[in-house]
């Protein structure tokens, strides 16, 4: 069987993980573009340069030219400025529009039955600019943040209540802004509801809820909380890792369900716009929109994470 491609577009320091951990797993051959001249060749010759040692069979490409993704099953875009701090993520849609209108353009002439996963922030907006611009349709351009948000909420969780993050089930869901909707109800520890275990710990309600809403709301500026440590840049190694679980669903048709933002056609009650649902991603891309019914309280929350979304998108020239 011939190895998978896998094209990453934009080789700074999320493509620079992704193209590691590609490699690593053996998922398949990686092209890595930038505008940078040297910056993907140099990285991808570091790489390949850890085969030997790690043991892993795959070619690694650096390239500052479209037209070496031809091919590429999926496309992966990170490329674009990150946030610096004090930065909401919004604050980069004029730059990363332009950068984004470049990179559909480039994916649409070179990779046209590819899938594509996109990273770039503003997320939601530059999912919805990079499907108008491909053209592709809608099951195969897939924004990741759902994976992420969620794996940030079921961190907080495992270390508040002392147990391994593998045990922890855990899911947010609407817009990747500071209004995402972090899904109490849900979030269990072996199946077990979470609430339920603080109550326990607390030994009361009032407490636990007060324990939940602060994780709720770190969950919430998880991301803003890295990018003040680090000074010079956002999360790089999370957001990879998230990305790189919805291209391992993909190439093995795992139909893992992932918290994605996707193009909804009615689901939660939102039409025309992508935001960040369960889904279930296999070899189709986005294979379903597994809905279900959101209680009053969360409802509301997801109509303001999606409002969110919408002025965003409105803005996009
Ligand atoms: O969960 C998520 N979706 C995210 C998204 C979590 C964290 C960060 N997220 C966003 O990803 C972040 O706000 C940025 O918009 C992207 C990429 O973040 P990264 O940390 O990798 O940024 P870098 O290191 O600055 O890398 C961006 C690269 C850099 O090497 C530029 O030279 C390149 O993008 N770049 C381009 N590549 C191709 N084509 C064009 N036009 C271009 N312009 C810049």
Redesign the pocket.
Known sequence: MARKKIAL????????VLAQLCAQRELGDVVL????EG?PQGKCLDIAEVGPVEGFDVSLKGTNNYADIAGADIVIV??????KPGMS?DD?IGV?S??MS??AE?IKKYAPNSFVI????P?DA?VTLCQKITGFPTNRII???GV??SARFAAFIAWELGVSVRDVTAMTLGG?GDDMVPLIRYASVGGIPVMELLERKYGNAAKAKEVMDAMVSRTRKA?GEVVALLKT????F??AS??LAMVESILKDQKRVLPCCVYLNGEFGVKGYFVGVPTVIGAGGVEKVIEFKLSAEEQAMMDKSVAAVKELVGTLK
């Open positions: 577009i934009g080789g700074g320091q999320i493509g620079g573009f930038d505008i940078v910056l990170t490329a674009g400025l990150p946030r993520r980069l990363n332009k950068i470049q990179v480039g996109v990273i770039s922030n997320l530059m924004g990741q943040a992420l948000d990747h991301g840049g956002s999360a790089f999370s957001p998230a990305s």
